[in-house]
C-alpha cells in the first residue's frame, strides 16, 4: 500500500468518526453533554413545593406569569404556538404525581400531586412537539414552533 493510499484511508476514517459522533451525540444543549435535565421538586419550611424553571433563557429569567397556558390532563391538549426565538411559557397542574415531558426539547418537570409548575424556555427548535404526562401517557399539550 502506497503512502498516498495510507493517507487518504487514515482521512477517510477520521471522516467516517466525525460524522459518527455528530449524528449519535444527544440533542439539545451542546454545553451539558450529560442528557435531558430532570428537575426535583424544591421546597421551604413555609412554602409549597417549587419545581426550578431549567434549562434557563438567555439572560435573566422571568417565571413564567399566570397568563401562561395552564395544561391539564382534563379535555383537549391545549396548543401553544410560538415563532423560533421566543420564549416558550406554559404551566401544568396534575391531580396526581406526575412527571412533564416537552418531547423534541427533553424537558422533563416532576409534578406533585395537585401542584402547578411553571416553565419557560426559549423556542429554539422548529417545528410540532407533544408536551406529555409521562406516567399516564397523557398527551397535554402540543407546542407549535414556526420558523
Do not use: K, W
Not at 431549567?54 to 397556558?69: D, M, S, V
Not at 420564549?87 to 418537570?109: C, K, M, P
Not at 406516567?135 to 399539550?141: K, N, P, Q, Y
Amino acid at each position: 500500500m502506497s503512502t498516498l493510499q495510507r493517507v487518504s484511508l487514515a482521512t477517510a476514517c477520521v471522516a467516517v468518526l466525525v460524522v459518527a459522533f455528530l449524528l449519535l451525540r444527544p440533542a439539545g444543549d451542546d454545553s451539558d453533554p450529560s442528557g435531558p435535565e430532570r428537575a426535583t421538586p424544591t421546597a421551604t419550611a413555609d412554602s409549597a413545593p417549587t419545581t426550578p424553571d431549567l434549562p434557563p433563557a438567555a439572560g435573566p429569567e422571568a417565571p413564567p406569569e399566570a397568563e401562561a397556558p395552564l395544561l391539564t390532563a382534563d379535555g383537549e391538549p391545549t396548543v401553544i404556538e410560538v415563532s423560533r426565538g421566543e420564549e416558550v411559557r406554559l404551566r401544568a397542574r396534575s391531580a396526581e404525581a406526575e412527571e412533564l415531558h416537552v418531547h423534541g426539547y427533553d424537558i422533563f418537570r416532576e409534578v406533585g400531586a395537585g401542584d402547578t409548575v411553571a416553565l419557560a424556555f426559549p423556542a429554539e427548535l422548529e417545528g410540532i412537539f407533544e408536551i406529555e404526562f409521562e406516567r399516564s401517557e397523557t398527551i397535554i399539550g402540543e407546542l407549535q414552533v414556526n420558523p
